[in-house]
């Protein structure tokens, strides 16, 4: 096996500023001829790791390359998929988090598309081309989200609206106790109108499978590095949005997500950084000083629930 080759420098630490960008304009591409790079973060992963690489095999007829960013110790299936031709990059500073390892994936490519996508995560048959087809239709996308779908064949709610402070507060609030809430219902409706079969604007979409546009990913600066796992994807569709491009959902491209993979045993420290996430997103949209009260109420809110969501964690596994 080759020697991995050495980390490129990573975009600049910090929040990038979400301003409002000139509305951009993408050069078309090659469609028979169009590269991808596809960037999968892993921790320590097990056999889906090789279920991801077999079935993204047959995801495209494109030219793909797959970029593992290793956050993890060394295991035989990562050498497994290097030795198949994987490129395998680890930072010098351990687990860097999952946003700031999919920026190093990223880092350095040429590729007309870049695709950041969990390891747990099974690829149909063409699916990825549905994506970058529906992509390279509408020059204003800058992300792009398949339909995923949980192992029972349920629809996730992979495309939402971002955020406001009464859905959010209300959705971080009542969520864990009342799931049927109407704060929650109306975050997640983006999802619920998606039942046509085309393609559809959305505020944010999930990390666990979206292409991105390089000339969109490299204006906003890709995903902010203080998110270390949670949220980046949902600031990212923010960032991008104020940028003038389009999150696009699209229901035609499949894929399954066996979600939790590598946390399932010892859920309560993930619990923890999807609200510490939460925190920091609101608190960025809701920094001003006059602005206290609201952050209070914030923090009173997701500690509640990041309370109830460990006990009852706690007590499934019981």
Partial sequence: MSTPPTPQPL?????RSAQAWPHPVAPPA?????RVRVICVVYNPGAELRDFATTLAAASTRDVDLVIVDNGEPTDVVREIAALGATVLRHPDGNVGYGRAANLGAAGSTADWL???????????GSLDVLIDAAQAD?????VGPCILNTDGSTYPSARILPSLTVGTGHAVFHAVWPGNPWTRQYKQAEQALATGRPHAAGWLSGACLLVRPAAWAQVGGFDERYFMFFEDVDL??????AGWRNVYVPTARVTHVQGVSWKSSPAPMIRAHHASAKQYLFDRWGAWWQAPVRLA?????????R????RSDHERR
């Fill in 11 to 15: 975009p600049g630490d910090g929040h």
């Fill in 30 to 34: 090659d469609t028979a001829s169009a």
């Fill in 115 to 125: 695709v950041v996508a969990n390891p747990d995560v099974r690829w149909e048959p």
């Fill in 139 to 143: 020059p204003t996308a800058g992300s």
């Fill in 237 to 242: 569709g923010d960032r991008l949005g104020r």
């Fill in 298 to 306: 914030l923090s009173l809110g997701l500690a509640l629930r990041q």
């Fill in 308 to 311: 109830i969501e460990i006990a």
